[in-house]
């Protein structure tokens, strides 16, 4: 047979080799009626000297299988009784979904354990816990029977922002008051433990759904929420995630796309950029954004004026501010990855003597309460945080009943919010 370590795509079915050695073996067989989603069945064959040859018997038995199933047959291959509708169902689910067992055998180690893993009780060595989270992660094991549920649904936030966290609690509030839910939240980068311990304490209150915010969490805690049927969509993702997941954004590139052209047509052309992280995807889209605009204006973006931030903090604006502002020509206008950012190159300005607007526009992202208070009010760019939450909570809910979403991605519009911090240049 062809080498496993890529997919056999020459013959019906496919053989994927795994991490563990172990082979995958998959073979479409329809769409289903009633979710109109592919249907797959699957099986895993453990590594070994002959894994090879068994990966392509069990193909061939799969497809023979799906044959006589669209030919209506109900004999089984290879002979026998007729099948009754009800071992038939039985057959497809042990074919399309592993059992705890088979995950049990491949991890070498008990049903019971695995069972603790996957309800995330105690009792499980951390050695252990790793080596049967491997094995669901890599074997994508789903939970055949939705499990008990809480009525709850579970924030949790890398770093809480209190200016954002408000604003996305309420809008996941206003969709759970509805169902009679209640909501529950995480700080994860305040926790003693590591942060990849969060995964293991939902899975021992089994909430309704999870909304995790600005967190790509590492592929093993996206694997474990879907291997024990734990809705879970991601809102603002900060990379994009291995693992599949549900998410909700808002529009970066339009909104820094906007803000960049509100200068150049004030007459701004030496504009400064001051980004979030580099490996946040926001921040990324952002500086596209003005890229894109200033490049649409034959303007192109001066990189000796572009700053990243370590992260979205008043201290990134205030640090970076003043390297701009002590240049030889420095910018007119600053263009900042937040709120907090702009406020701390507010204080930049205020140090050197600047005044804003007349000696230097600034504009933020993000809309955050204090940027109205602020003198002068704050040129920014509006993310609607509530409805981020509010639609975050709205897919959660979709995914636990069951319904088929219509896009794995939504962003939500973006609007540029002019006040007092820009104007023309001197």
């Known amino acids: 047979m062809p080498d496993p370590t890529t997919r056999d795509r020459a013959a019906r079915g496919e053989i994927e080799k795994l991490p563990s050695g172990s082979l995958r073996v998959r073979v479409y067989a329809g769409v289903d009626p009633v979710s109109r989603k592919r249907r797959y069945l699957m099986e895993?064959?453990?590594?070994?000297?002959?894994?090879?040859?068994?990966a392509e018997a069990v193909r061939a038995r799969l497809v023979s299988a799906v044959d006589h199933?669209?030919?209506?047959?109900?004999?089984?291959?290879?002979?026998?009784?007729?099948?009754?509708?009800?071992?038939?169902?039985?057959?497809?689910?042990?074919?399309?979904?592993?059992?705890?067992?088979?995950?049990?055998?491949?991890?070498?180690?008990?049903?019971?354990?695995?069972?603790?893993?996957?309800?995330?009780?105690?009792?499980?060595?951390?050695q252990t816990r790793r080596q049967v989270e491997t094995a669901l992660r890599e074997h994508r094991y789903r939970r055949p029977e939705?499990?008990?549920?809480?009525?709850?649904?579970?924030?949790?936030?890398?770093?809480?922002?209190?200016?954002?966290?408000?604003?996305i609690l309420h809008g996941v509030e206003r969709v759970t008051s509805a169902h009679n839910l209640s909501v529950g939240f995480t700080d994860?980068?305040?926790?003693?433990?590591?942060?990849?311990?969060?995964?293991?304490?939902?899975?021992?209150?089994?909430?309704?759904?999870?909304v995790t915010v600005h967190l790509s969490a590492p592929t093993e805690q996206h694997a474990l929420l879907a291997a024990s049927a734990i809705p879970?969509?991601?809102?603002?993702?900060?990379?994009?995630?291995?693992?599949?997941?549900?998410?909700?954004?808002?529009?970066?590139w339009n909104g820094a796309l906007a803000a960049t052209r509100h200068l150049l047509e004030l007459g701004h052309r030496r504009i400064g950029v001051i980004?979030?992280?580099?490996?946040?995807?926001?921040?990324?889209?952002?500086?596209d954004g003005i890229r894109a605009a200033m490049d649409a204006e034959g303007v192109p973006l001066d990189e000796r004026l572009v700053r990243a931030g370590h992260w979205f903090a008043f201290e990134d604006g205030?640090?970076?501010?003043?390297?701009?502002l002590r240049l030889d020509h420095p910018p007119t206008a600053i263009l900042c990855g937040n709120d907090l950012q702009a406020l701390g190159v507010y204080e930049a300005a205020r140090q050197s003597g600047r005044r804003i607007p007349d000696d230097l526009s600034v504009v933020g992202f993000d809309d955050i309460t204090p940027t109205r208070w602020c003198g002068p009010a704050m040129t920014t760019v509006r993310q609607p945080f509530i409805e981020m939450?509010?639609?975050?909570?709205?897919?959660?809910?979709?995914?636990?009943?069951?319904?088929?979403?219509?896009?794995?991605?939504?962003?939500?519009?973006t609007t540029l919010i002019v006040r007092e911090s820009t104007a023309p240049p001197r």
């Open 275 to 287: 980004t979030g992280p580099p490996e946040r995807l926001c921040a990324r889209a952002r500086l």
């Open 389 to 413: 939450g509010a639609t975050a909570a709205k897919l959660v809910l979709a995914i636990a009943a069951g319904q088929p979403l219509g896009h794995e991605r939504v962003e939500l519009a």
């Open 44 to 54: 895993t064959v453990p590594a070994g000297p002959t894994a090879a040859q068994e």
């Open 146 to 167: 939705t499990p008990a549920r809480a009525a709850s649904i579970e924030v949790v936030f890398y770093g809480m922002l209190s200016n954002l966290a408000i604003q």
């Open 318 to 324: 205030l640090n970076h501010g003043r390297e701009l």
């Open 232 to 252: 879970h969509v991601v809102l603002d993702p900060t990379g994009e995630p291995e693992h599949p997941v549900p998410s909700v954004g808002a529009t970066d």
């Open 69 to 126: 199933q669209r030919a209506g047959r109900h004999t089984p291959p290879g002979g026998g009784a007729p099948a009754t509708a009800t071992a038939a169902r039985h057959r497809e689910r042990r074919g399309g979904d592993l059992t705890v067992a088979t995950i049990a055998r491949l991890a070498g180690v008990s049903t019971a354990t695995v069972s603790k893993v996957l309800n995330g009780r105690p009792g499980v060595a951390p």
């Open 188 to 210: 994860v980068l305040q926790q003693s433990s590591t942060v990849g311990s969060w995964a293991h304490d939902l899975l021992s209150r089994r909430p309704t759904g999870v």
